[in-house]
Structures are given as structure tokens and as C-alpha cells.
């Protein structure tokens, strides 16, 4: 049964760092997209940002310049690097393969 298991959520002041990462159970899903989404309570889920196969990234204009998408192939792992952390990031954040598999989600609490 396909897996993904997220880990690096918590709790962090505004301005803070956290990174999170998904690791996926098979390795053929290093031939596909990664990604990731958030939900905030109340609202729909968003993209947070994808990266290819090959490396491209796509990021949510909300995250530019802060949140970096990687990757490690050799690993099935997709990471999240999350810097200068702001209340509004405050979610559920979910890794994502292809679109077609989900992780189960791990909480992001920015607050002071």
C-alpha cells in the first residue's frame, strides 16, 4: 500500500523556521511530481508549491521568497523549507504525489 508519511510540523514563533518533509514508499514516485498543499480551518486547500521530476518549482505567491521546495530522489523524500513564518501560515500541511496520493497532514502552528 502506497505511503507517505509527513513529519517536521510544531509550533514556532512568527519569524521562524520549520521544515517538513514527506517520505513516499515506493520509489517510482521519484518519476512524478511532489508537492505541497495546506488547509487552513475554514477554508479550502491550497497549493503551496510542486516540484518536478526534473527539478522546476512552482511556489504559491503567498510563500515566495520564503518557503523552498526540494527533493531527493534517492530518498522518495520531497522536503519544505518554511522561513520568516507568518500567523497566516498557520495550517495543515499536506505532501502530495502526482495529485493522486496524499500524506495525512501535519500540523503548522505560527504563533506568539
Known amino acids: 500500500q502506497v505511503q507517505l508519511v509527513e513529519s517536521g510540523g510544531g509550533l514556532v514563533q512568527p519569524g521562524g523556521s520549520l521544515r517538513l518533509s514527506c517520505a513516499a514508499s515506493?520509489?517510482?514516485?521519484?518519476?512524478?511530481?511532489m508537492g505541497w498543499y495546506r488547509q487552513a480551518p475554514g477554508k479550502q486547500r491550497e497549493l503551496v508549491a510542486t516540484?518536478?521530476?526534473?527539478?522546476?518549482?512552482n511556489y504559491a505567491d503567498s510563500v515566495k521568497g520564503r518557503f523552498t521546495i526540494s527533493r531527493d530522489n534517492a530518498k522518495n523524500t520531497v522536503y519544505l523549507q518554511m522561513n520568516s513564518l507568518k500567523p497566516e501560515d498557520t495550517a495543515v500541511y499536506y505532501c502530495t504525489v502526482n495529485y493522486v496520493y496524499w500524506g495525512q497532514g501535519t500540523q503548522v502552528t505560527v504563533s506568539s
Open positions: 515506493e520509489s517510482r514516485f521519484s518519476l512524478y511530481v
Open positions: 516540484i518536478s521530476s526534473g527539478g522546476s518549482r
